[in-house]
Structures are given as structure tokens and as C-alpha cells.
Nanobody
Framework: QVQLVESGGGLVQAGGSLRLSCAAS????????MTWFRQATGKEREFVAG????????HYADSVKGRFTISRDNAKNTMYLQMNSLKPEDTAVYYC???????????????WGQGTQVTVSS
């Protein structure tokens, strides 16, 4: 089992940037593919970005492609989401998640963090 804790959320103006972190503990971090999801108020949770075990492959939702960058540091057991050119529609609770093989959001992850709020003001 792995425990996930997100941090780095907050309030930012449109056009600004934030970097989210996801710290993992428990089983070997590099054994999991990692993903970011988000859920806006009144909407379903949606896939944002995913990264392979080593970090050599990534995948993004069309809505964030070119603005968000996912990365991981297996030595620090941490995953990141750099979010640039933020828009009000990016406002949501952001969750990190760990899975066995799918990092494209096609299957439910095995483990979830508790989420961190990102609010983008216009």
C-alpha cells in the first residue's frame, strides 16, 4: 500500500502558475505509475495528466496540454504538476493517484490522495 499527500494548492489569478506536489510513502514509489485528476464543484472527477514508472512517458488531457507539465522524482518519492497559464476553468480539487500500469486515465487508480484545492480567479 502507498500513502499519498498533495500540497501546493492555493488561490492564483488567471494567467498565473502553481506547482503541485504529491509525496508518497509506503511501498516503492517507482513501482507505480502516477496520475493527477481533478474535480470541480458539481462535476465528475476527470483525468489531467499521467506519468510512467520512470518518468519517460507522459500523457495529458487536451484541456491542459501545453500548459501543464507532470514530472516525478523517484529518489524523493514525489510527483509534481507544474501548472502555467492557469484559467478560471482550472479551478478544482486536484488529486494525485497511484496505479499499477495505466497512466492515461483509462482505469481507476489503486490509491488516492486527499486532494488539494486550486482556485483561479478571473
Amino acid at each position: 500500500q502507498v500513502q499519498l499527500v498533495e500540497s501546493g494548492g492555493g488561490l492564483v489569478q488567471a494567467g498565473g502558475s502553481l506547482r503541485l506536489s504529491c509525496a508518497a510513502s509506503g511501498r516503492t514509489f517507482s513501482a507505480y505509475v502516477m496520475t493527477w485528476f481533478r474535480q470541480a464543484t458539481g462535476k465528475e472527477r476527470e483525468f489531467v495528466a499521467g506519468i510512467s514508472w520512470s518518468g519517460s512517458s507522459t500523457h495529458y488531457a487536451d484541456s491542459v496540454k501545453g500548459r501543464f507539465t507532470i514530472s516525478r522524482d523517484n529518489a524523493k518519492n514525489t510527483m509534481y504538476l507544474q501548472m502555467n497559464s492557469l484559467k478560471p476553468e482550472d479551478t478544482a480539487v486536484y488529486y494525485c493517484a497511484a496505479g499499477s500500469s495505466d497512466f492515461m486515465g483509462s482505469r481507476p487508480p489503486l490509491y488516492w490522495g486527499q486532494g488539494t484545492q486550486v482556485t483561479v480567479s478571473s
